[in-house]
């Protein structure tokens, strides 16, 4: 099977994380497509996950075009194995039940909208106007979540119970949305990424608000599990792969 070996400078590999969490998480909640627990969510779901497919093409395009190879956004999706996706590790957990969909999606977009927000300031020009697009979409996501954790967190016992279950699940992998990594302290200082680590207040206030309202605790800060911006994932993103990437590794270079 044909694997690509990218020239990952810190700018490309950068771009390529934020493509990698658009693109696997995109991939999960549209697993729920005829699943989700009524028609409206149903759409929902896969209107969100729509939304994170786009912003994912858009940073694998800008991705591809500062490497200078060529290569095209398919060839970014399809042909890296699993240690060369830089995504975060929630957002390739299984999805679960709802509440932990619901979890998973709050607290990501609960970072990621804030994100997006500093983004629009990029000395980037490209990934500026990715960033004002995404921003707006993000809100929608964020709003969504928050209101689904909170109908679930003060709703009966038993959405409560997932609710909160999810959390305690889920909450391991946050501390991994700030971690700024060595490759990419430069690119902060030139003003082309946000500062991750900043944006960590914002989150906390968000994460407080939207808790207090669903009744529900905030787990305990303690160890948490980072490695996939290094390209060290849990066993769940090969199995998904192997699924995503099936057609263009089984038939290279396929078109309709």
Known sequence: MTTIALNETPRVRAILARADDALVHAHRLSEWCGHAPMIEEDLALGNVALDLLGQARSLYQHAAGIEGAGRSEDDLAYLRDAPQFRNLLMLEQPNGDFAQTIVRLFLHSAFLHPWWQQAMRSTDETLAAIAAKAEKEVAYHLRHAGEWLIRLGDGNEESHR????????????????????????????????????????????????????ATLDRPHDGWMQTGGRRGVHSEHLGHMLAVMQHLQRAYPGATW
């Open 162 to 213: 997932r609710a909160a279950a999810a959390l305690d699940r889920l909450w391991r992998f946050t501390g991994e949305f700030f971690a700024v990594e060595q490759t990419e302290a430069a690119l902060v200082a030139a003003g082309i990424l946000p500062d991750a680590a900043a944006l960590r207040p914002h989150w906390n206030a968000t994460i407080a608000r939207v808790l207090g309202e």
